[in-house]
């Protein structure tokens, strides 16, 4: 399939108002797409399904599910898709919004000074009203400009329509083998100019590490985490940290999602007291911000001989199962002509209120890029 077929297809989709999902893995020419038959809500309560999952941010509201069965699955392989030329507009701040997020992290930092809380992720959403309204051409600027994030965009007539592109793995399973990431800290990238990150970002990150090993624990063996690295993610920098381990052989996909999900980078520590504190302060619902989305248990077989005239050892195909997660980051929410974009930052003792509200509209900056 070309690339105009692939995406007439998700646009007559759109069009009919049916469910579709288009998007592209980290480092990957490969954009895939799964259009749903018919405009049912399939949730997914066991996570034992298979096809394509959006999860909120509360596991207490719903995870949608685009089920294998109902789907048509197709991908084509390119480096750059044609769109039309655009310049992105400015977003305008309010001071109002500016003097609210200040507000809502100064609470943060003096419930943390109280030692109700060690790290809290507080965030906010900013509107910006939109020009250009078609999500699909707003998902091929993404796929153009961010090669290192998961770009996608998601929509069900019946729940909304999200557009992102972010830089945190969630999780990724595949056969016994379950890669993740600690991702925190930021500071904008800078050409030419020397990184140095401070206690407070390196705390922060740390909070993420040590929390991520220690709930696998009771799931995984051979847990090993690598050194902390710096990354890029569009115009901005992160602490990173890979951990890697294998499966126990009764470990399953729902315990270890309630174990990670939400990790600290996204929600604070400890995790009950922080997600209170967000669900009684911040000052609108996240919905599917700080969610995950992804594949999920995706069969893959893989023969261990590529010779297709030995015959005896593609008995061995191996065959795995597969689901790769990844946390809704510098993402929108498309409604009536508006972004809704999703921003926040982690709060810990040493946060300056006012470096934080710098942080989230350098953040809006991901999105906004290819928003007109
Ligand atoms: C919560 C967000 O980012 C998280 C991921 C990386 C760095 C973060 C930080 O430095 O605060 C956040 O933990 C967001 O982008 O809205």
């Given at each position: 399939m070309d690339s105009i077929s692939f995406f007439d297809a998700l646009e007559q989709q759109y069009k009919n108002n049916l469910p579709f999902v288009v998007y592209s893995r980290p480092i990957n020419s490969i954009i895939k797409c799964w259009l749903q038959e018919d405009d049912s809500v399939y949730k997914s309560e066991t996570f034992a399904e298979s096809g394509f999952l959006f999860a909120p941010f509360?596991?207490?509201q719903n995870s949608i599910l685009f089920p294998k069965e109902h789907c048509l699955y197709s991908e084509i392989t390119i480096d750059n898709l044609d769109v039309e030329d655009f310049e992105s507009t400015e977003i305008l701040q309010s001071k109002k919004e500016r003097m609210q997020h200040i507000d809502l992290v100064s609470k943060g930092i003096d419930s943390i000074k109280n030692k109700d809380l060690q790290k809290v992720v507080l965030s906010r959403c900013e509107t910006k009203s939109l020009q250009d309204t078609n999500p699909l051409n707003i998902f091929k600027r993404l796929f153009n400009t961010y090669a290192n994030a998961m770009v996608y965009c998601w929509y069900h007539p019946k729940v909304g329509l999200w557009i992102g592109a972010t830089p945190e793995l969630l999780l990724k399973i595949e056969g016994k083998r379950l890669t993740t990431i600690s991702l925190a800290g930021t500071q904008p990238y800078q050409e030419d100019k020397e990184v140095s990150w401070t206690n407070k970002e390196f705390e922060e990150q740390q909070i993420v590490t040590d929390y991520i090993t220690e709930q696998l624990k009771p799931y995984a063996s051979n847990i090993n985490v690598s050194e902390v690295d710096t990354v890029r993610a569009g115009n901005l920098l992160h602490l990173k940290t890979r951990i890697i381990s294998v499966l126990k052989d009764d470990a399953d996909l729902k315990s270890i999602i309630e174990a990670l999900h939400p990790t600290p980078a996204v929600c604070g520590f400890s995790k009950a007291k922080a997600k209170d504190f967000i669900l009684n302060n911040e000052?609108?619902?996240?919905?599917?911000?700080t969610g995950f989305l992804g594949e999920l248990n995706l069969t893959q077989s893989r023969t261990r001989n590529t010779n297709r005239r030995n015959v005896e050892n593609n008995a061995y195909a191996v065959v795995k199962t597969q689901s790769n997660f990844y946390v809704n980051l510098r993402c929108m929410q498309l409604k009536d002509s508006n972004a809704n974009i999703y921003v926040g930052g982690g709060i810990t003792k040493d946060s300056n209120p006012e470096n934080e509200w710098e942080e989230t509209v350098n953040k809006t900056g991901t999105i906004n890029t290819v928003l007109n």
């Open positions: 509360d596991l207490k000052n609108y619902s996240r919905e599917y911000y």
